[in-house]
Every structure is written in structure tokens, then in C-alpha cells.
């Protein structure tokens, strides 16, 4: 199958059409202003937060950011007007929608402090998990959000907060006991360079996959 096949003219075959969107999946940075109808933007954040959550927690939360008043205001928390000029990607900021994916450690706390979880003692302290859960969840959410966005013909981009959460949480009234995973930019998406680390490529198949038969 061509990896430039469009939404609207895939095969019927559903192990082909979430193939051709696995291969067409890319960050774009650069997008429309025009607004991304509200229920498409609905229906996608419903079936994104639809993704695996350790004991079922569900403590991934999505802030959804849909008005220039609302992205605008992110931008200046996070890009202040004397850096702009310079910013590569001056395209990414027309993005109608910004998505905070948000998680809640506590919540992963009191989930494996119930009955059927508590021997694992999980329950008593987030040092108790070797691997931080939330944050691999919330990682799958923004996955989800991602394809989402490639099957319906919209353009994302995943990025950071990195420094700016402590702002981002009081800016807009996001919990204090909430952490920002990450940010997806989503809408209708323009032409754009690619990022300079796509040179690197993917590694070949034998490198990332290892088969123990016995």
C-alpha cells in the first residue's frame, strides 16, 4: 500500500487501514487556522482516552485548548514575544487546538491502595513503582491521539512543556496535583519541512526486535 494514501480512500481491510495509518503518522508543524469542527474534536478525544491504564486507573485527563484567546495564551507562557522571531516553527503556533495530556500519580496511589491491589503495595508511595505508570499511560493517550488524528485527516504534533508546567498548571487552573505529560497540537495541516531528526531514520526491525524461543 502507498504510505501517502489518504482518510477517505483506504482499503476495507481494517488490518490495512490501521497500517496505512501507522505508516502516514508524522509530526507536522505547521497548520491552518481554520477551527477543527467541535464534534470530530469530541469524538477523537473520546476514543484517545480510551487507552490502557494500569488498574484500570483512568487518571489521564485531557485540558483541551480550542479558541486563539485559549492558544494564545499558552504561547505566552511558554515562547515569550522576544523569542518568537526566531522560533523554527512559526507555523505551529496557528494550531486551533492544543491538548495538555495531564496525569494524576496520586490517583495510580489510591487505585493499588482497594482491596484487589493493596498486596502489592503500590498503594503506599510513588517511589513503590520501579516503573511510573501514569506517565506510560498518558504516553499511550497521546498515541491515540496522534493515529486519531492521522485516520481523520488532521495534522498533530506532539511536544513538551518542559519547563513551563508549574505556569502552564497555574495559568490555567490545572490541579496542583496534576502533572502535563505532554502538549498535541492538532488541526487541518499545511506543508511543512520535516524535523531535522527524521535523518536518523528507523532502526531496522532486527535491531529493535528480539524473539526468545525457549
Known sequence: MDDNTRHGDQPDDPSAVLASILRRRRMHRNFE??????????????????????????????VVLRTP???????????????????????????????????????????????????????AGTSNWPVPYWWFDAGAAAENLLLL????????????????????????????DRRIAAVVALGYPLPDEEGRSVTRGWRSATDVIRYIDR
Open 33 to 62: 487556522t481554520t477551527a477543527v469542527d467541535p464534534q470530530l474534536l469530541d469524538d477523537v478525544l473520546d476514543l484517545a482516552r480510551r487507552a490502557p491504564s494500569a488498574g484500570h486507573t483512568q487518571a489521564t485527563e485531557f
Open 69 to 123: 484567546e485559549a492558544t494564545a495564551r499558552y504561547w505566552d507562557t511558554t515562547l515569550p514575544s522576544q523569542r518568537r522571531e526566531g522560533f523554527r516553527w512559526q507555523g505551529l503556533m496557528r494550531a486551533p487546538v492544543l491538548v495538555l495530556v495531564c496525569t494524576r500519580p496520586s490517583g495510580y496511589l489510591e487505585r493499588y491502595s482497594e482491596p484487589d491491589k493493596a498486596k502489592t503495595e503500590r498503594g
Open 149 to 176: 488524528a492521522t485516520a481523520h485527516g488532521l495534522g498533530a504534533c506532539l511536544f513538551g512543556p518542559f519547563d513551563h508546567e508549574d505556569k502552564l498548571r497555574e495559568n490555567f487552573s490545572i490541579n496542583a
